[in-house]
């Protein structure tokens, strides 16, 4: 049994993606309402303002406000329509909240807690706001299962990153650690890639920019995080 495990923090243990989910769903009634239709909508969005927001501002919440109004405003400019600046705000106040700390996933943090009774357990989360992050992991109460020293903050998670995570964790041969976490590109790639193991946590709900193919199909499945803990601690003793 390997006697590092990691684990994701963001829908793995706290339920992010589904409130950022339904705000986006907000944000394509709000611009069907305006004249736009969904499927240019979703198309800028998600192929145009996104990716070029996510390359100037990161993962986390800070950029759903401005990309809202991007996506209205681009949408104007688009159909050659002038963008109204009333609206434009609207469109950004969609996004408003969106920066509290998200609620516990059910059973996540009694499974983390059952988790580090038996196993070494490192949490590995991404955001280029590091301090933001490390609020959210406190707000959740994981600081009170887990050493402050045991959470790692990366900007991306990719092979090197998280062979620069086994390192700060002192484990030296990538076999010897786990990763556990919702997310086939950013969890479990980048561990099965450098030779450690995963356990993908299949919440039925993949965000687009998300979608992977995995590096190959040697991992286990859970649907749940407490799911995958119990495979976890079933599997060896
Ligand atoms: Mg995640």
Redesign the pocket.
């Known amino acids: 049994m390997p006697p590092l495990i990691l684990v994701?923090?963001?829908?793995?243990l706290v339920d992010?993606g589904p409130r950022f989910h339904a705000r986006r769903e907000q944000l394509f009634r709000f611009l069907e309402a305006e004249g736009f239709s969904r499927e240019v909508s979703e198309r800028v969005h998600h192929e145009v303002v996104d990716q070029e927001l996510l390359d100037l501002m990161g993962f986390g919440p800070f950029r759903l406000g401005p990309s809202f109004r991007d996506t209205y405003v681009r949408l104007c400019f688009e159909a050659e329509r002038f963008p109204d600046p009333g609206t434009a705000r609207e469109a950004e106040a969609l996004a408003a909240g969106i920066e509290n700390p998200p609620p516990l996933l059910p059973g996540a943090l009694e499974a983390l807690r059952e988790l580090t009774a038996h196993r070494s357990v490192g949490i590995y989360?991404?955001s280029h706001f590091a301090e933001y992050q490390l609020g959210c992991v406190e707000a959740a109460g994981v600081l009170e299962v887990v050493e402050r020293s045991q959470v790692r903050i990366t900007p991306e998670k990719s092979p090197d990153a998280f062979r620069e995570a086994l390192a700060h964790f002192r484990v030296g041969r990538a076999e010897a650690a786990w990763m556990v976490?919702?997310?086939i590109r950013?969890?479990v790639n980048p561990a099965l890639a450098v030779g450690a193991g995963a356990t993908w946590i299949d919440t039925g709900l993949t965000w687009h920019h998300d979608r992977a193919r995995p590096v190959h199909n040697r991992f286990s499945r859970a649907t749940s995080f407490p799911e995958a803990v119990r495979q976890l601690l079933e599997s060896a003793d």
Do not use: E, R
């Not at 994701?8 to 793995?12: L, Q, S």
């Open positions: 994701d923090f963001d829908d793995t992010t989360t991404q976490g919702n997310s950013s969890d």
